[in-house]
């Protein structure tokens, strides 16, 4: 199983072999097609800005869909460029990750996930929380939204008295996108091994598994490649 220092390293000698993709802007990018590593470092590149990721955390938890609410939590007029980008001209998004998979027009999926865990099956290989959907097709460019939801869906697994989980992900920023996606997705799994209880005792901290279909980092970013 690669770790973040071999994607780390992939990225370094893709950087020196200028093996470099274009996205649909024109900018120059190095990509990982089926990346597939041990999510054992909160950063690949670069240091974690904890103040935002508390305030982005903050903001899921509110499941708020605008990100003016972000801008709040963070403490600033706007929120983050990227964040503008997705949004459409009243501030909306789609990926409050937290409205996605706590709330009842999701169908409640952490609620489910915490049944199926200490209710049903703790040994399940279906607890599982659906980010994507089908509708994300004509959801995405709604009044100018650009927001196709960057993680598919992340399935939880009680073994050896630890909870793991594997993060499956349509796309991922190896930047900004990974610092931001593993802080939420280490708060989601300790916060379920928290409200579980196997054999009447707390579960361990498992590792968390990230997939990606295509990992990538920007022209802007090579500079952080080191």
Known sequence: MQTTKDIAEIFVNALESKQFTKDKTGCRTIEILGASFLADKPSIFGDVNQTYVDAEIEWYESRSTNVNKLAECYGTKKAPVAWLYSANDYGEINSN???????????????????????????????????????????????????????????????????????????????????????????????LRNDLYYDGYKLDEGDIYWQVQNLHVYERHFDLIK
């Open 97 to 191: 990750y937290g409205k996605l998979i706590f709330d009842k027009k999701y169908f409640k999926q952490y609620k489910r996930v915490l049944q199926e865990l200490s209710e049903v099956n703790p040994d399940s290989r279906r607890a599982s929380m659906i980010y994507q959907r089908p509708s994300i097709w004509h959801e995405f460019n709604e009044d100018g939204k650009n927001d196709f939801i960057c993680t598919n869906a992340v399935t939880y697994y009680i073994r050896d008295n630890k909870l793991h989980c594997v993060v499956q992900m349509r796309s991922n920023d190896v930047v900004f996108g990974y610092k931001n996606d593993f802080a939420w997705q280490h708060y989601v799994l300790n916060k």
